[in-house]
């Protein structure tokens, strides 16, 4: 299974983009999939997370208000809807999902997850 992530880009401040992913290969059984991203010098951090079946939706204390994960269930695609976008929001944003192999995983720690996509450069200019 791979993940393709798209629709990363430069844009300014207040500005908004979308982001996508969907898996490419077999059909495979998953819990959720999400979206982590990782800043020049820093770690890794979550950024926001949905269930499949129910939609539930999880997020970063620093995204909240702003960014919005909906789902297509049946197919395992997520989109990831950002506004007001900030400079601080710039990094490279990594979409994944897990197996299905795990009762209720932790859709916020990037250990529960399986499959990664490649990564997508999203700038935010002042």
């Known amino acids: 299974v791979q993940l393709q992530a798209s629709g990363g880009g430069l844009v300014q401040a207040g500005g908004s983009l979308r982001l996508s992913c969907a898996p490419s290969g077999r059909a495979f059984r998953s819990y959720g999939g999400g979206w982590f991203r990782q800043a020049p010098g820093k770690e890794r951090e979550f950024v926001a997370a949905v269930t499949w079946r129910a939609g539930t939706t999880y997020y970063a204390d620093s995204v909240k208000g702003r960014f919005t994960i909906s789902r297509d269930g049946a197919k395992n695609t997520n989109c990831l809807q950002m506004n007001s976008l900030k400079p601080e929001d710039t990094a490279v944003y990594y979409c994944?999902?897990?197996?299905?192999?795990?009762?209720?995983?932790?859709?916020?720690?990037?250990?529960?997850?399986?499959?990664w996509g490649q990564g997508t450069l999203v700038t935010v200019s002042s």
């Open positions: 994944a999902a897990d197996d299905g192999s795990r009762i209720r995983p932790t859709l916020t720690t990037a250990r529960s997850y399986d499959y």
